[in-house]
């Protein structure tokens, strides 16, 4: 019994550190007339997600882009960031484009681009996607918050 509880004790932190945390956190971004391949409705479409740590924390994001007709985009290879004690901060449209752009990762033409921000962690953070569309007459339209599941990866 003694060797059951030592080796638990040697096991258990091992396992508390080796903890992933994983948010995919959905992205709409860009500009659509409303035609073929009618995938989105006629407006502008954004997003914000928004990244909450309450300590220090380092993280890393990748970027995908979704494509139509089934076909699979690109990723961004992995991206460090990291937030101070008590912090946010913010990931949008621009933000996603340019590290796109950074890795000549093309995006549909003459329709928004669409993905997931994939962001992991050794501690757990708060991550809220915001998303708002605005129609031809300039207003938005639409806004939708929306909390990013954490999942844990071994």
Known sequence: MKKVISLLILIVPTLAFAQTYEYAAKYVCGKSGGEAPFNFAAGVYYTSINVHADRETPFEK????????????????????????????????????????????PTPPGQPTEGFVIIRSKAELDVVGVYTAMGADSLVSTMHMDRVPVKRLQ
């Not at 460090?80 to 946010?88: A, V």
């Open 62 to 105: 990748t970027i995908t882009v979704s494509l139509p007709d089934e076909k699979p985009g690109r990723i961004t290879k992995p991206i460090k960031s990291g937030l101070p004690n008590d912090s946010s901060l913010q990931i949008d449209c621009a933000n996603i484009y340019t590290h796109l752009k950074t890795e000549n990762i």
